[in-house]
């Protein structure tokens, strides 16, 4: 990585930073790809993701930048090669791609696909709630990424709002797999307790018995909810209380936001506590709420990003 200033068009001067990656070609010569780093698109618990365009290609990338001082523990190594093994093996398009993954003296790089509308998070702060039809709209393609992942023996394990990106064209995308897990066999239960606390199952929360794929179908019910009543169904000042509730399945609908018949069902259906009890993705996919999926948008436009989608 290195540092330089340049003369920005009003003529101040600006600081840009360039990091290099050294690629060994096939006849064993070095080349190096440079790219400019840019705006800074915000922080997770190791990475601070920033623009990077590509300086041969002017392509530009979101680029997690991981500093090696945090993964001092081999812990914190291992989790990172477990995110990279996984999402670099991934191709569907409401996934958020992975590029390239490449490290210096300072820190480690992963460029992914850039998703410049940020995420559901932002979405729903802004707007507060959205209508069936939206959530709908995303529901389906959060089906889809799950029907590949699970597919491919992959559980996500930390669904949430804020890994649900949106790209330029407003499509959805599921991003950070850095709890992600990869099944060896169809019948393996889990038993790390991981995932985020409004959104994890109850199963992982009782570890004896094991989780498998059924999680992201509960934390699918949560994001169902929380698109459409605006906070999360299980949502309290403090952790222990939230796993209390989780536990007792005790959430409610409240009576200020009107919600069909349908919605209530499915989020009914798929927040029952017995994973074994709970819809698979292919059921939900023929549950009232989604049937006749022709009638849904593909893709939203832009607009609803800051406003409803207009009645016509
Ligand atoms: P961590 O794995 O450390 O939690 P995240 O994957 O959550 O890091 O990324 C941190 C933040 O960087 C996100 O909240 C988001 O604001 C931004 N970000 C991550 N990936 C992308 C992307 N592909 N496109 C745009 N912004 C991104």
Redesign the pocket.
């Known amino acids: 990585m290195s540092k330089g200033t340049s003369h920005g068009k009003d003529g101040k001067e600006e600081e840009y930073v360039i990091v290099e990656e050294k690629v060994v070609k096939y006849n064993g010569e070095i080349a190096v790809k440079r790219y400019q780093r840019g705006r800074f698109?915000?922080?997770?618990?190791?990475?601070?993701?920033y623009e990077f365009q590509n300086l041969d290609t002017k392509k530009i990338?979101?680029a997690?930048v991981?500093a090696k001082s945090s993964l001092t523990k081999s812990r914190a190594k291992q989790k990172l090669m477990s995110?990279i093994k996984i999402h670099r093996s991934l191709h569907h398009n409401n996934i958020?791609g992975f590029e390239h993954f490449f490290e210096d003296s300072e820190n480690v790089y992963i460029t992914?696909?850039?998703?410049?509308n940020?995420?559901l998070?932002e979405l729903i702060r802004r707007r507060k709630r959205l209508h069936e039809l939206e959530t709908k709209c995303y529901i389906v393609q959060i089906i889809s990424a799950l029907r590949y992942l699970h597919s491919h023996r992959i559980i996500h394990r930390d669904l949430k709002l804020?890994?649900l990106?949106l790209s330029a064209k407003m499509e959805l995308?599921i991003?950070?797999f850095?709890l992600a897990t990869k099944l060896e066999f169809d019948g393996e239960r889990k038993r790390t307790i991981c995932g985020t606390p409004n959104y994890i199952a109850p199963e992982i929360l009782e570890a004896k018995q094991g989780h498998s794929y059924e999680v992201d179908i509960w934390s699918l019910g949560v994001i169902l909810y929380t698109m459409l009543i605006g906070k999360p169904p299980f949502e309290t000042a403090d952790v222990k209380t939230t796993y209390r509730r989780i536990r007792m399945n005790a959430y409610t609908f409240p009576d200020h936001v009107h919600i069909s018949e349908s919605a209530k069902d499915m989020i009914s259906k798929i927040l029952t506590n017995d994973p074994a009890k709970r819809p698979t993705l292919d059921e939900l996919l023929m549950h009232d709420f989604l049937y006749n999926e022709g009638s849904i948008p593909r893709l939203l436009p832009a607009s609803t990003l800051a406003c409803p989608p207009s009645a016509t």
């Open positions: 698109l915000g922080k997770g618990g190791f990475a601070r993701c990338s979101a997690k991981i995110e958020v992914l696909e850039l998703c410049s940020q995420t998070n804020g890994n990106f995308k991003g950070d850095g």
